[in-house]
């Protein structure tokens, strides 16, 4: 079974700072890949980053950048320069090599706050 | 639009009536994902379709849930005789591709069913 887990329900920071949004999962699938989206209260899911289990690499995508710890199986959210219009809900994802037709499985999210 | 389209936004139904929930997804896309998501809470996968093949239903969560998308496109989530814990955002997402190598899911911003 597949399993995400974010344990922050709620995060402030303030603006122009930068924030680490947690996120552990659990597979046994030998390949997987991990997404992080940002949910506003319009309720849309924006994609924000991948990280593929096999890359040697940690993924970045302008202020956002994804710190992988395979060994740890985390892979948490690192925003910097935090803007008023990132706060949001965040969701951490995951789709294992096995999943039907790459479904993702979500976590629970984390609130995130911007203070002026 | 270009993105994926889903009406009602909004929905309030009485306990014991049947709701139809509709998702038009990007055009051309293959794979089209159902989400419920409960307040507070990530989305929970309830089904897959591959074109007009609904290849995973595992996720939902009775009998009087039913998905359809005949003609590989528009997709329709029926849910019939609603009862209050079905009240939820319903989201659908489509990708480009499907299989493991699926890339990244674009959502629409849901339909959200109050059931009184």
């Known amino acids: 079974a597949q399993k995400i887990t974010q344990t922050q329900p709620g995060m402030f920071v303030q603006e122009k700072e930068a924030v680490t949004l947690d996120c552990t999962y659990d597979t046994s699938d030998p390949s997987y890949g991990l997404f992080w989206y940002k949910q506003p209260s319009s309720g849309e899911m924006i994609f924000l980053i991948y990280?593929?289990?096999?890359?040697?690499q940690n993924a970045t995508e302008g202020r956002y950048s994804l710190n992988f710890q395979k060994a740890r199986k985390s892979a948490n959210l690192v925003i910097s320069a935090s803007q008023l219009g990132d706060s949001a809900m965040y969701f951490c994802?995951?789709?294992?090599?096995?999943?039907?037709?790459?479904?993702?499985?979500f976590g629970q999210g984390t609130e995130l706050s911007v203070k002026p | 639009g270009a993105g994926v389209s889903q009406s009602p936004r909004y929905k309030v139904a009485k306990r014991g009536q049947d709701v139809a929930l509709r998702c038009d997804p990007i055009s051309g896309h293959v794979s089209l994902f159902w989400y419920q998501q409960a307040l507070g809470q990530g989305p929970e996968f309830l089904t897959y379709?591959?074109?007009?093949?609904?290849?995973?239903k595992s996720g939902l969560p009775s009998d009087r849930f039913f998905a359809e998308r005949p003609e590989g496109s528009v997709s329709t989530l029926k849910i019939q005789r609603t009862q209050q814990e079905d009240s939820a955002v319903y989201l659908c997402?489509?990708?480009?591709?499907?299989?493991?190598?699926?890339?990244?899911?674009?959502f629409g911003e849901g339909s959200r069913l109050t059931v009184l």
């Open positions: 990280q593929g289990s096999y890359d040697q």
């Open positions: 997402a489509s990708s480009a591709t499907s299989g493991r190598n699926t890339g990244e899911l674009f």
């Open positions: 379709f591959q074109n007009e093949a609904q290849l995973d």
């Open positions: 994802a995951m789709r294992g090599w096995y999943n039907q037709g790459g479904k993702l499985i």
